[in-house]
């Protein structure tokens, strides 16, 4: 029988991907050992996170600034736009290293069940950017799940207006099924590099 307060951790951690009742429980356990070395710094960067942290209104990412660090890199290939579900993915890509572009973070994917029409997907910028004219290509990075494919196809016959525009995704080195921010670093850099036009 804990109190109010340490079951209100446990249920809040609980609501994490990745976590139940079992895990969350251990978690909130082992900060709550010793608050000043665990819970606190935790608190600390929570409340640093949540004010400083927003959303890129260029590609969708997470950042401190606005625009973020990736799309204001000079270094990056700015023509070369991968297009992904989720910060999650982006991430994925970023920690393989297989990446010299820049990122669309849709936020979701293609889903009538879940009532996710086009309108709920972060293509307005995508869309912006393909129109200044200096866009050559645009990488589907999507999961190979019946929502990543009904996406990519929405993507494929909307961009399929702008002449110049080479449409790509990656090769179907990923499992059926899969999420990109699942696969090893060695499954990413093979589909990105065998990726082809659609």
Not at 75 to 97: F, K, M, N, S, Y
Not at 110 to 115: E, Q, R, T, W
Not at 134 to 156: C, D, F, K, P, S
Not at 167 to 172: G, W
């Amino acid at each position: 029988m804990n109190s109010q307060e340490i079951e209100c951790l446990v249920r809040l951690f609980s609501r994490l991907p990745g976590f139940g009742p079992r895990s969350a429980r251990r978690v909130v356990l082992y900060l709550l050992r010793d608050p000043q070395a665990r819970l606190f710094p935790l608190l600390q960067a929570l409340e640093q996170a949540g004010s400083s942290v927003s959303i890129c209104s260029v590609c969708g990412t997470l950042d401190t600034v606005d625009p973020c660090h990736i799309c204001t890199d000079r270094e990056r290939d700015q023509g070369l736009i991968c297009v992904v579900e989720t910060v999650g993915d982006l991430w994925a890509l970023e920690r393989a290293g297989v990446h010299r572009g820049v990122y669309q973070v849709l936020g979701g994917t293609l889903s009538p069940l879940a009532g996710r029409g086009p309108e709920d997907l972060n293509v307005t910028s995508l869309l912006h950017r393909v129109e200044t004219g200096n866009v050559r290509e645009i990488i589907l990075a999507l999961g190979t799940t019946v929502e990543g494919t009904a996406t990519m196809h929405w993507l494929t016959e909307t961009l399929a207006c702008y002449t110049g525009v080479i449409v790509s995704r990656v090769a179907r080195g990923m499992p059926i099924g899969g999420a990109l921010d699942m696969l090893d670093d060695g499954t990413l850099a093979a589909a990105l590099s065998a990726r082809h036009p659609i």
